[in-house]
């Protein structure tokens, strides 16, 4: 089924229940006239913006067989041939249709960039956490740096001080080794010095 705004039947028509169809009505369109409807048909049936531009071809067919169509037939073209009068409101009725389409656009985009900004606002939230826990333990590492820098300034200072020890240590050998041999020498000369005492010596005395 035709559902153009403009459709109708070619051929008879139909005759309503109950009623009696007028003589225009019941007549049998001839081929001729049928040649022109489909014509007519032809240029119902392209684009509606063309149309209203441009609806002289339709009227001319409507002009050349008005009066030899049923009414139900002359009813469907008569909008069709000055559907230009409806210029205004058809561009009217584009203009809103194409601003709607616009505005839903808008709106769409309008929304995918809250979207893509309440995401924003997360990963910025998650990294502000994220910077804040970093430098948490950052300054915790600090401060067992400045410990161990403590530590191994004190460790450093005493391996100062063993070095230094263990410096003297052979310095000491030495002197006593020397200590050693000038007192075993004068050992030796104070033994060889010691004279044997007579007994008869030792009972005068």
Same mark, same amino acid.
């Given at each position: 089924?035709?559902?153009?705004?403009?459709?109708?039947?070619?051929?008879?028509?139909? +005759?309503e229940?109950?009623?009696?169809t007028?003589?225009?009505?019941?007549a049998?369109?001839?081929?001729?006239?049928?040649?022109?409807?489909?014509? /007519?048909?032809? $240029?119902?049936?392209?684009d509606?913006?063309?149309?209203?531009?441009?609806?002289?071809? &339709?009227?001319? &067919?409507?002009? @050349?067989?008005?009066?030899? *169509?049923?009414?139900?037939?002359?009813?469907? *073209?008569?909008?069709?041939?000055?559907?230009? /009068?409806?210029?205004? #409101?058809?561009?009217?009725?584009? !203009?809103?249709?194409?601003?709607?389409?616009?505005?839903?656009?808008i709106? !769409? +985009?309008?929304?995918n $960039? !809250?979207?893509?900004? @309440?995401?924003?606002?997360?990963?910025?939230?998650s990294?502000?956490?994220?910077?804040?826990?970093?430098l948490?333990?950052?300054?915790?590492? @600090?401060?067992?740096?400045?410990?161990l820098?403590?530590?191994?300034?004190?460790?450093? !200072?005493?391996?100062?001080?063993?070095?230094?020890?263990?410096?003297? &240590?052979?310095?000491?050998?030495?002197?006593?080794?020397?200590?050693?041999?000038?007192?075993?020498?004068?050992?030796?000369?104070?033994?060889?010095?010691? #004279?044997p005492?007579s007994? /008869?010596s030792?009972?005068?005395?």
């Open positions: 089924m035709d559902n153009s705004p403009f459709s109708f039947q070619i051929g008879a028509t139909s +005759q229940e109950g009623e009696e007028s003589s225009a009505d019941s049998v369109l001839s081929n001729e006239i049928k040649a022109r409807l489909q014509e /007519s048909l032809q $240029f119902l049936n392209q509606t913006g063309q149309l209203i531009k441009n609806a002289q071809p &339709i009227r001319a &067919i409507f002009d @050349e067989l008005e009066g030899k *169509l049923p009414e139900v037939i002359e009813d469907a *073209l008569t909008p069709a041939a000055f559907i230009e /009068s409806h210029h205004a #409101q058809f561009n009217k009725a584009q !203009k809103q249709l194409a601003d709607r389409r616009q505005q839903e656009e709106i !769409k +985009q309008r929304d $960039f !809250k979207v893509l900004t @309440e995401s924003a606002v997360g990963e910025i939230k990294l502000n956490d994220t910077q804040a826990s970093i948490r333990n950052k300054a915790k590492l @600090e401060a067992e740096r400045d410990c820098l403590q530590e191994l300034n004190r460790v450093n !200072k005493a391996l100062d001080i063993t070095d230094h020890d263990l410096s003297q &240590i052979p310095h000491a050998i030495t002197k006593l080794q020397e200590d050693k041999q000038k007192y075993a020498r004068q050992a030796y000369q104070l033994h060889k010095s010691l #004279q005492i007994s /008869s030792a009972d005068n005395n």
